[in-house]
């Protein structure tokens, strides 16, 4: 029974560690510490990038140029998305960091990881 | 059917048949080309149809949130999806370059733009082996049209062969037949003027006019050979051979003693070279025909005060003349039957084409070796 409850115990431990401690801790800090906090759907917006770019190096600018001048005119939302939820304030994170940031960002949410051919 | 016709027939079979087969081919060529691009374009549209699907389920991937991502599978047909800078981003077949995923030869590819990206999607291609068992049902079907075409053609071919030479062997018919008239009709003159030509000769009454009776006698043994050529053509192949042990040497001289008035008529100095006691086994007639007609064309295209050269020995018999010969290009045709390389002279260019059939029927090898204006050499060579 002990043992039981051990492996239960360490099932669930590597199943969090697999999601949570597999992230970048500065996009976690920097970014979705916030996003979860406002309930901004994160999933959603890259979804969004990646139907309007394609590629990871178009979807990467077009993220940094947000990011760096947050306007609505620059967002790859709808403006009635601002209704709901407020206009980014400018990071103030380093560009660099940001870049690794944002490059995290996509390999977090792409979509490739989730792709299984159907049987 | 005489040889003429079997030729005209033959060339009108080849012409008729390979103009047909050329033309059938390029038609086949053509039709094949296109029907094969049909089918092509036929397994193509599937592939377009099958790419269609791909993007509407890639839509609904997009906007689905469960996990995994399940991507259309089709068992005959392989897809891929390509970011819009064509680099690979999941699909049936293992990841490859955009160029690699479509060089197999032996598959159809079709590419369709994705727009918007849905999952990140510039493009799906989507692939399948060409089917190449219509294909080769396409070329049977088309060799045996081919084929049914072929029979048909060239059974038409033969009759209207047939129908076309219908006229020319009428024609020949009717010669023949007034051949056969005449030289029925000129027998019994041409003996009765021989015969009488002996009497004189014989009796002696004919000093007074000695050269004129001799004229007499070589015009009438002229006339006498063309009969026996004219009735041997008539005869054709019906003709029944005696063959016997003939001397060729005492019999080759007699010859030369029946031409003599011809020779002599001509002032034509004549050297012979004969071996003796060679023996063939060969029908007189044959013979006659066979030695008459070298030496008396020998005689007749020679020059006055020319040479004719007679030789035989166990391998062959050559007759050569110093005359006006033959042109290069009249050598191949020289044998045909009514062929003359020289109209200057009395025939029916019947001569060589008589020795030509005594020869074939023998086995015996003929050459003609000739210079124009230096004479004329023909060989006779017994054995292969």
Sequence with gaps: MEKIIIWILLGFSLGFAETHLLLNPSLENDCLQCHQNQQIPSNLIYKRYLMQYSTEKAIEKAMFNYLTHPLISNSIMPPQFFLKFPMKEKSMVADEVLKVNIKAYIKHFDVKQYLRIQK | ?384
């Design chain 2, 1 to 384: 059917m005489l040889n003429s016709e079997k030729r005209s027939l033959l060339r009108f079979l080849v012409i008729y048949l390979t103009s047909t087969l050329l033309l059938f081919t390029l038609a086949s060529g053509i039709f094949f080309l296109f029907t094969k691009h049909h089918l092509l374009d036929t397994q193509r549209d599937t592939l377009r149809y099958e790419s269609e699907i791909i993007k509407s389920k890639l839509r609904v991937l997009h906007q689905s949130n469960t996990i995994p991502l399940l991507y259309p599978k089709h068992d005959m047909i392989d897809s891929m999806i390509f970011d819009k800078d064509k680099h690979y981003i999941f699909g049936t077949l293992a990841k490859t370059s955009w160029e690699e995923s479509q060089s197999h030869p032996n598959r159809l590819y079709y590419m369709a733009k994705v727009e918007p990206y849905y999952l990140g999607a510039g493009y799906v291609l989507t692939s399948q082996m060409i089917d190449y068992d219509v294909i080769t049902d396409l070329k049977k079907n088309i060799f045996l049209f081919m084929l049914g075409a072929g029979i048909f053609f060239s059974i038409l071919a033969y009759y209207l062969g047939h129908l076309f030479i219908a006229p020319m062997r009428d024609s020949i018919k009717q010669m023949n037949h007034f051949i056969q008239d005449t030289t029925h009709e000129l027998n019994t003159p041409i003996s009765t003027i021989l015969t009488n030509i002996e009497l004189i000769e014989t009796f002696g009454k004919h000093e007074a006019n000695h050269l004129e009776l001799k004229r007499i006698e070589i015009a009438s043994k002229t006339l006498s050979r063309i009969y026996d050529d004219l009735t041997y053509l008539n005869l054709n192949h019906q003709y029944h051979r005696n063959i016997i042990t003939l001397n060729m040497s005492t019999f080759v001289e007699e010859r030369i003693l029946y031409f003599t008035g011809m020779i002599e008529a001509k002032n034509l100095t004549i050297r012979t070279d004969i071996e003796e006691n060679i023996i063939r086994q060969i029908d007189k007639n044959d013979a006659m025909r066979l030695v008459d007609n070298l030496i008396s064309n020998a005689i007749k295209y020679n020059k006055h005060h020319g040479v004719l050269e007679i030789t035989l020995t166990k391998m062959s018999l050559i007759v050569k003349d110093t005359g006006i010969g033959i042109d290069e290009k009249d050598l191949a045709v020289i044998l045909h039957r009514f062929k003359r390389a020289n109209k200057s002279e009395g025939g029916f260019g019947i001569g060589l084409d008589i020795v030509n059939q005594v020869i074939q029927s023998y086995g015996y090898i003929l050459k003609i070796k000739s210079k124009i204006d230096k004479g004329t050499e023909v060989e006779i060579k017994w054995k292969k």
